[in-house]
Every structure is written in C-alpha cells, then in structure tokens.
C-alpha cells in the first residue's frame, strides 16, 4: 500500500516526464549521465577532463562515483540499455523515496509505534515538503533516506518486547547508513546524525547510568555505553567503507576556494528559512507557490531570501500532532523527537537568530549580526570548520523524520482532551483566514501593503502575481479546513469504535485520508516537464554543433527578458530547454564537450584567484583591449571555442520564448607545447595581467629549477613579453618540438632541457613516464604547476614518449581499509545470532585453537 502511495506521487515521472526545478534540472541529470559511463568503461575513474582545465571526479563529492545504488541503477543491464537517462534519474529519485519511506516505517516500529503509526511514518516522511523537493538534489535525497536508519541504530531505542536490540545489528545498520550518505555524496547528513544521537544519548546519560545501577550492572553495562560503543564503531566502520571518498573528498578540498578563505557570511547562511515558513507544517501553501508562475507572496517579505522547498508540508496529521504534543509541556523530555523537531527547525532559521528577534522592536541592535545568538550559529562558533557546509536549511529533513516520529507516536495513542480546542483554534483561524483572502482578492492594492509598483520579480517565473497568490492561498486555507474536520472526525470515531470493538477499516481510513493529503501536496510540489518536448524544442532552438574542444562560455544578460516581464504555465519548460541550449550548469557534459567555466559543487583555489585577478584587471580596460585580453586567455589555456549567450535576444520556437545561443570556434589552440625556456612561478593577479599583455603563447611559469643557461636571479619586473624577448636570446641554437602519435601519445624531440606543457590542471597526484623513442631507457619524472591552471614536466636532452598517469598516493592504502571495513562488515552481517552465547563462542575458539596447533605439529609417517 506504501509503494501504491509513493508511485502515486511520482506516476507522471514513470510516463515520460522528468522534474524540472534547481539542481536536478542542470547539474545532476547529465553529471550523472557522463558518471554511468566513465564507471562503464573505467573501474575507478578519479579524473574528469570536462569541467575547467580537468579536476578530480571522485574528489567532487556530489558525483557519488561510488555510491552502490547509483550504479546499481544505471549500470542495470534491463535499464541502462533500453531507458533514457531521464528516466534513469526518475527511477534513481523513486527508489531513494522508497527507501526513505522503508527506513521511517522501521524507525517508528523501533521505537515502538503501533502498526498505524508505522503506516503513518512511512507516508509522511518521503512525501514531506521537506524530504520530497530534494528529488531536485539527489545527493540530499540520498542523505534523506538514509537518516532514519543511523538515527534509529545510534539511538538508545528497545524493541517492541521490551529487550535491547542487538549491538552488532545496530553497528552494521549505523555503519551502513552513515558510509551510504558519504558516498552518496552528503556527508553533512551522516555528520547531523551523529550529532543528534549523540546530544540525545548525553541528555539521557545520567538517567541511563542509574537504571544499570538500580539494576545491580556496572555502569559499562549501562545502555549509555553500548549506544556509545554502537555510535564508534558505526561511525569507524562506515569511515572505512568510504575511506575513498573520503580521502579524496579532503584531498580536493583543501585546494579549493573554500580551503583558501574563510567563508563570507552570505555564502554561510544562505537558504536560511524564515521563522514565518513554520505555518507550512499546518497548511499547504500559505505563501503561493513560485511556479509555473510566480505566485508566491512570501518573495515580498523583506528577509525572505532564496526559497530552498516550496513547502515544510507533511499532511495535517504531523502539524495537528505537533501542536497536541507542544499543548503539553510536561511531556517535552518524555520522548526526545519532539525536542529534536523544534530545535533543528531553529537551526534551520539560520541568520534569523536571537539577535533578529530583538532587532524587531526599532532601533534596538540595529548594527549587529541577526544571526548571533541563533542555534546554527552556534554551532559555526562551537564546531571547527563546520560553517564550510553551508545551507542552514540542511536540518530540514532531521526535522521532517522527528516530526515525523511524533506523528507516528500520537496517533498511535489515546485521544488527548486537548485536541479538540486546538481542533476548534485552527478552524476558526483558516475559516478567517480564507474568508479574508477572498474579500482582498479583487482589491489587494487596498488591503495588502505591497506598492504595485515595486513587485518583486523573479528571473525565469516573471513578476509576482498577487491576485493569484491570494487565489492560491485562499484554497491552502480551505483545504486545511476540510482535512482538519476529516482528521477530528475520524479521530473521535476511533476512539468511539474501539470502545466496542477494533475496525480495521478506521486504520485504512486513516491511511487513506494522510495519502491523500501527502499525493495532493506534492503533486504541485515541484514542476514537471515533458521529456520528448524538452529535446524537439532543444533541437529546434540549439545553435549549429561544434568541434570537440574546450569552449568559454560568455553571456550578456544569460537568460531572456521577456522572462522577467511575463508569466507563462509553460515556463518550466521554456526553462529546461534553454537550460540544455545554453550548456548551463554542466549540460555539456552530454555532449562530452569540455568548458572551461563550467559550474561545478567545489572549484579549485587557483580557478577562483584567476577569475579574481580577470575581472580586477578588466575594469581597467576598453573593449579592444579586452577583445585582446581574452584571445590570450584562450591561447594559453587552450580554449578553441567560445559559447555565448544573449539575454537581450531570444529564441522563438513553437511559440515559446527560449534563450539565444551562439557557438563558433575561434583561433586554432594547442593543449600540447613544448619551450626550451621557462619562468619561476609567481601569484596569478601578477600574472594574469602580464598574459593579457602577450601576443602568442606565455612561458610557463612553474615551481621547478630554472634552465642550466638562465642566471638564478630573479628576473626584473616586467611584462612577459620581455621574458619572452630574452628567452629567444638565450634559445637560439636550441631546438625542441612535439607530436602526437596515431595512438595519442606525446612525443618529443629536444637536443636541450625543455618543458612540455599541456593544459590540464595539476592536483598533486600526475606524474609523467618517459619511455625513449629507441627503447634503450625509461624513466618516471615529477609533474609541476605550470602557470597555476596548467601542468608540466621538464625533459631532458633526446627523443621521448610522453606518458601522463593519474596516480593518488592515496589509492592503494585506501583500497585496503576499504576492502578490510567491507569484509569486516560481511562478517558482522553474516555471522550467528548464537556467536554471542559463551558455550558457541568457546566451541569456535577451541576449535580454531585445536587446528591451529595441529597445524604446526611435526610431520610423523
């Protein structure tokens, strides 16, 4: 009944549609595409030549390379050859929504709800606004999903009988759900598990150790020892299972721009919810909605910021329950999901910390961080490192599952006598509340103040529709008020019923009534496109294709203003198709085509100080010069191919307004030089000027001894072409040259030291094989930094083939933790119940003992 409940929410994505909203959209529909197919060919693939000048695949955490149930689904032979990569993702989000909805329904019964409650659980969970619109960023879906299970198996929870759980079945749970969000690509999930458990099993230490003392057990006996021997080891095994990820995850990280500074506060706190979102977990929409059109009022709320889910919504039943439980403050720490509830919500509110509510009454704190005092930022202040993260909003589904929990608990228990005037609040309130959108429906510029004049406007959802959004809140309104009289009823029937005798049909009208409400949510929840329609009108609007070769994307207002001036129901797919046209996000990938300003989840320390020191060094140029300035840019970084979009244009197709794009080639570029003459490194915002400055290819500038014939001075300040002027001075009688072999390799010839350069980015871990042309000798040389973006290797005197091998002296030693974790996991999973018991314990060991010995006894005819 679940599964029919949860394909009842995503049917149309079954039948030829696809979500069209955020990340999902641009970013992982085809990063996921081109992952299912280097792991096809490759066994590891740890390099991705497509985005910027190359940069770890592994290293980029969202990729999930080596998430089991990502190659699961696309590497399935029955699926992977005969669906679309559409259908593919669908069938990827559904998948992680069922596991969601099975790992609520075993928490609640871990925690002993009655089968109702269980049922309730697995609904509300996935099919929350919370949980439900990360389908539009699948690695926070996965981290979703896995969530109840590190919860329920860190957590000091018994079992419906009353007995302990076994210690081993909660270390392999707990293990297996934190190394699956890793991989998975969110580790900030596995981290938020960890601390939730862990701050509920210190709340309930003392009482824990006193019941092992009461009982006569030593306090190492105490259920407080055995969650924190259960959290360890879980959290250790899992580390090793993804030991991989993880060494290459930290490995890119501390060359990234996150690494470099430290994180400015808008990036910190972005996607902070507003304290008034909260109203969502009683009503649907009581904002609007954003999309097709834009209608949601809630953008005119100064503060509001950027909306991260159109809504917190999980079914009346989870606001009604958290309400009853919140009517009752005695039970507050009787269960510890209500207090997890409220308080990650809090962190969610991020910047609208303690300060913010003071600053409400005039001229109080006005200078000050809104943020301080709030429970997200203490743990930026608490927690080292922890504000890399970002995204207060990432608590959200702890808070979905907790609330989630709380619901499961209520209605598996007795009718509560405060339920009713809560019942009777929030119905007098919606009836209110709908009967007075409707009265400002026809004239809100009377009623509302909002100056017409000063609408916000969304770039791809157009300007805010106020008589819609009150049209949209108006039926929130009324909605809630039917649910609400179908809930009270059908819980006072309950309890009426069971008075006489049980019904099983009460529990399948109260299934019946939470799916409804949860398949209503979220059939608006996030749009939908068609995805035949999306590629005809790609197709028919995409410019003429190009070469394979690294391409610049460029952009004058990126998106069509039209868009801004207008609504449209058929923007969603307007907005996905001109998303593919455009190559945004990294839609190139598709077409395995390499761009170099590509977006992508952690960008290297050196590609953010270039475009730095770009965009400090043109605001001091004209037009010409910088017509100038980017030819360079695209000799020296191998760039064959400029993408750019117009936003002041756009592109008519089928009666659709799409963005226009155009593509061409530029001057002919080589990605492999060779110079007898280099420089010593020096910072880009020097040397980005400098190559601007440069007609032809710059010297490379790297971190290796400079040529036997240059003097070891520093050279004098100035202009690269000067070094090159000098460099042709001290060249002359030198000669070295490149080629490529038919099979792609790089060979050399040089009767002096030379530097073979090529444009791809040096992370640490190239290293170049140098095999003569003769065959009488080889050798393994270090690869440097050339000119921050690029690498080189310096060659000495012959004729060689060039070899470059992506080797992480990581590798290797994570292979065997990772190897002895998963083995060491098996071995828990599949070892007997009966091991624990000392009589088959000893058995096993005297037999293991008494082979062992026999073994080294000496052989006797």
């Not at 998948?95 to 069922?98: I, K, Q």
């Given at each position: 009944?679940v599964?029919?409940?949860?394909?009842?929410?995503?049917?149309?994505?079954?039948?030829g549609?696809r979500?069209?909203?955020?990340?999902?959209n641009?970013?992982?529909l085809p990063?996921?595409?081109?992952?299912a197919?280097?792991?096809a060919?490759?066994?590891?693939p740890?390099?991705?030549?497509?985005d910027?000048?190359?940069m770890?695949?592994?290293?980029e955490?969202?990729?999930?390379?080596?998430?089991?149930?990502?190659?699961?689904v696309?590497?399935?032979p029955?699926?992977?050859?005969?669906?679309?990569?559409?259908?593919?993702m669908?069938?990827y989000?559904i998948?992680?929504?069922?596991l969601?909805s099975?790992?609520?329904?075993?928490l609640?019964?871990s925690?002993g709800c009655?089968p109702l409650?269980?049922?309730v659980?697995?609904?509300?969970?996935?099919?929350?606004?919370?949980?439900?619109?990360?389908?539009?960023n699948?690695?926070?879906?996965?981290g979703?999903?896995w969530?109840?299970?590190a919860?329920?198996?860190?957590?000091?929870?018994?079992t419906?009988?009353?007995?302990s759980?076994?210690?081993?079945?909660?270390?392999v749970?707990?293990?297996?759900?934190?190394?699956?969000?890793?991989?998975?690509?969110?580790?900030q999930?596995a981290?938020?598990?960890?601390m939730?458990?862990?701050a509920i099993?210190l709340f309930?230490?003392r009482?824990?150790?006193?019941?092992?003392?009461?009982q006569?057990?030593?306090?190492w006996?105490?259920?407080?020892?055995?969650?924190?021997v259960?959290?360890a080891?879980?959290?250790?095994l899992?580390?090793g299972?993804s030991s991989?990820?993880i060494?290459a995850s930290?490995?890119?990280s501390?060359?990234?721009v996150?690494?470099a500074r430290?994180a400015q506060?808008s990036?910190?706190y972005e996607?902070?919810?507003?304290?008034?979102?909260a109203?969502e977990?009683v009503?649907?929409?009581p904002?609007?909605?954003?999309?097709p059109?834009?209608?949601?009022?809630?953008?005119?709320?100064p503060?509001?910021?950027?909306?991260?889910?159109p809504?917190?919504?999980?079914g009346?039943?989870v606001?009604f329950?958290l309400?009853?439980r919140l009517?009752?403050?005695?039970?507050?720490l009787?269960?510890?999901?209500?207090?997890?509830?409220?308080i990650?919500l809090?962190?969610c509110?991020?910047?609208?910390g303690?300060v913010?509510w003071l600053?409400?009454?005039p001229?109080v704190?006005?200078?000050?961080?809104?943020?301080?005092g709030?429970?997200?930022w203490?743990?930026?202040?608490w927690?080292?490192?922890y504000s890399?993260?970002?995204?207060p909003v990432?608590?959200?589904?702890v808070?979905?599952i907790?609330?989630?929990?709380v619901?499961a608990?209520?209605i598996?228990?007795?009718?509560d006598?405060?339920?009713?005037?809560?019942?009777?609040i929030?119905?007098v309130g919606?009836?209110?509340g709908?009967?007075?959108?409707?009265?400002?429906?026809?004239?809100?510029?009377?009623?509302?103040?909002i100056?017409?004049d000063?609408?916000?406007?969304?770039?791809?959802?157009?300007?805010?529709?106020v008589?819609?959004?009150?049209?949209?809140?108006g039926?929130s309104?009324w909605w809630?008020v039917?649910v609400l009289?179908?809930l009270?009823?059908l819980?006072r029937?309950?309890?009426?019923?069971n008075?006489r005798?049980p019904?099983?049909w009460?529990?399948?009208?109260w299934?019946?009534?939470?799916?409804?409400d949860?398949?209503?949510?979220?059939?608006?929840l996030l749009?939908?496109?068609?995805?035949w329609r999306?590629?005809?009108?790609?197709h028919?609007?995409?410019?003429a294709?190009?070469p394979?070769?690294?391409?610049?994307?460029?952009?004058?207002g990126?998106?069509?203003?039209?868009?801004?001036?207008?609504?449209?129901?058929?923007?969603?797919l307007e907005?996905a198709?001109?998303?593919?046209?455009?190559?945004?996000?990294?839609?190139h990938?598709?077409?395995?085509?390499a761009?170099?300003?590509?977006m992508v989840?952690?960008?290297s320390?050196s590609y953010g100080?270039?475009w730095?020191?770009?965009?400090h060094?043109?605001?001091?140029?004209?037009?010409e010069?910088?017509?100038?300035?980017?030819?360079a840019?695209?000799?020296?970084?191998a760039?064959?191919?400029v993408?750019?979009v117009?936003?002041?244009?756009?592109?008519?197709a089928?009666?659709?307004?799409l963005?226009?794009?155009?593509?061409?080639?530029t001057?002919p570029?080589?990605?492999?030089?060779?110079f007898t003459d280099?420089?010593?490194?020096k910072?880009?915002?020097?040397?980005?000027?400098?190559?601007?400055?440069?007609?032809g290819?710059?010297?490379?500038?790297?971190?290796?001894a400079?040529p036997?014939?240059?003097s070891n001075?520093?050279?004098?300040?100035?202009s690269t072409a000067?070094?090159?002027?000098?460099s042709a001075?001290?060249s002359?009688?030198?000669s070295a040259?490149?080629?490529r072999?038919?099979?792609?390799?790089?060979?050399?010839?040089?009767d002096t030291?030379?530097?073979?350069?090529r444009c791809?980015?040096q992370d640490?871990?190239?290293?170049?094989?140098l095999?003569?042309v003769?065959?009488?000798?080889?050798?393994?040389?270090p690869?440097?930094r050339?000119?921050h973006l690029?690498q080189?290797?310096?060659?000495?005197?012959?004729?060689?083939r060039?070899?470059?091998e992506?080797?992480?002296?990581?590798?290797?030693?994570?292979?065997?933790v990772a190897?002895s974790a998963?083995?060491?996991?098996?071995?828990?999973?599949f070892?007997?119940?009966?091991?624990g018991k000392?009589?088959v314990r000893?058995i096993?060991?005297?037999?293991?003992?008494g082979?062992?010995l026999?073994?080294?006894?000496?052989?006797?005819?």
């Open positions: 009944m599964v029919a409940v949860i394909l009842g929410s995503t049917w149309p994505t079954l039948l549609k979500i069209a909203f955020r990340d999902v641009h970013f992982y990063l996921y595409d081109y992952v197919e280097r792991t060919t490759q066994w590891l740890f390099w991705n030549p497509l910027h000048t190359g770890p695949l592994i290293g955490t969202s990729t999930a390379v080596m998430y089991p149930l990502r190659w699961l696309y590497s399935f029955l699926a992977s050859d005969r669906l679309s990569n559409e259908s593919l669908s069938i989000l998948v992680h929504l069922l969601a099975a790992a609520a329904a075993w609640a019964k925690i009655r409650g269980v049922f659980a697995a609904i509300v969970y996935p099919l929350s606004g919370s949980v439900f619109s990360l389908c539009c699948p690695p926070f879906l996965v979703a999903a969530i109840p299970f919860l329920g198996a860190c957590l000091p929870t018994m419906l009988a009353g007995r759980r076994s210690t081993r079945r909660r270390i749970i707990a293990a297996t759900a934190l190394a699956m969000m890793v991989l998975g690509g969110d580790p999930s981290l938020h598990c960890v939730t458990a862990g099993s309930h230490a009482s824990q150790l006193r019941q092992a003392r009461d006569g057990r030593t306090w006996q105490s259920e407080f020892v055995r969650t924190t259960v959290g080891s879980g959290c250790a899992a580390a299972i991989i990820q060494a930290l490995d890119w501390r060359q990234s996150r690494a430290v506060r990036e910190v996607f902070s919810l507003a304290p008034w979102n109203i977990t009503t649907p929409r904002f609007g909605n954003l999309f059109i834009h209608r949601r009022i809630a953008n005119a709320i503060g509001e910021g950027r909306m991260w889910t809504s917190l919504y999980a009346l039943v606001g329950a309400l009853c009517a009752r403050p005695r039970s507050y009787a269960e510890p999901w209500l207090a997890v509830s409220l990650s809090t962190i509110f991020g910047h609208f303690l913010w600053q409400q009454i001229g704190l006005e200078q000050s961080d809104s943020a301080i709030g429970p997200f203490m743990l930026c202040q927690i080292p490192g890399s993260f970002r995204y990432k608590w959200l589904p808070f979905a907790a609330s989630s929990m619901a608990q209520w598996s228990s007795e009718r006598k405060i339920e009713l005037p809560l019942a009777l929030l119905l919606f009836v209110a709908g009967v007075l959108v409707h009265l400002a429906g026809q004239r809100w510029e009377r009623w509302l103040p100056n017409p000063t609408l916000p406007v969304d770039e791809y959802w157009g300007p805010l529709d008589a819609g959004s009150l049209t949209l809140i039926g309104c809630t039917a009289c179908a009270v009823g819980r029937f309950a309890e009426w019923q008075q005798r019904a099983i009460i529990g399948a009208a299934v019946a009534l939470i799916a409804f949860a398949i209503a949510n979220t059939s608006t749009p939908r496109v068609d995805v999306e590629r005809q009108l790609a028919q609007a995409s410019p294709p190009i394979r070769t690294r391409t610049l994307r460029t952009q004058a990126m998106w069509p203003q039209q868009w801004r001036t207008t609504g449209s129901i058929n923007r969603p907005v198709a001109s998303e593919r046209i455009a190559w945004f996000g990294r839609w990938l598709v077409h395995r085509q761009v170099f300003n590509s989840s952690i960008k320390r100080e270039f730095w020191s770009c965009n060094h043109l605001q001091s140029l004209d037009r010069q910088r017509s100038a300035f980017w030819k840019i695209r000799q020296w970084l760039i064959g191919a993408s750019h117009d936003g002041h244009s756009a592109t008519a089928d009666g659709m307004t963005v226009s794009v155009e593509r061409r080639m001057e570029v080589r990605d492999v030089r060779v280099w420089l010593p490194e910072p880009l915002r020097e040397l980005v000027p400098e190559i601007g400055r440069h007609s290819l710059p010297l490379p500038h790297l971190a290796a400079p036997p014939s240059r001075a520093a050279p004098p300040a100035g000067r070094a090159a002027e000098r001075e001290r002359a009688g030198r040259r490149v080629d072999a038919a099979d792609g390799t790089i060979l050399v010839n040089c030291d030379c530097v073979l350069e791809v980015y640490g871990h190239w290293q170049a094989r095999d003569s003769a065959g009488d000798s080889s050798r393994s040389l690869v440097f050339s000119s690029n080189a290797v310096v060659i000495p005197p012959g004729s060689w060039v070899r470059f992506y080797r992480p002296w990581w590798k290797a030693p994570t292979l065997v190897t998963t083995i060491l996991l098996a071995i828990l999973i070892l007997p119940n009966q091991f000392a009589t000893g096993v060991f005297f037999l293991i003992r082979r062992l026999r073994s080294f006894r000496p052989y006797t005819r």
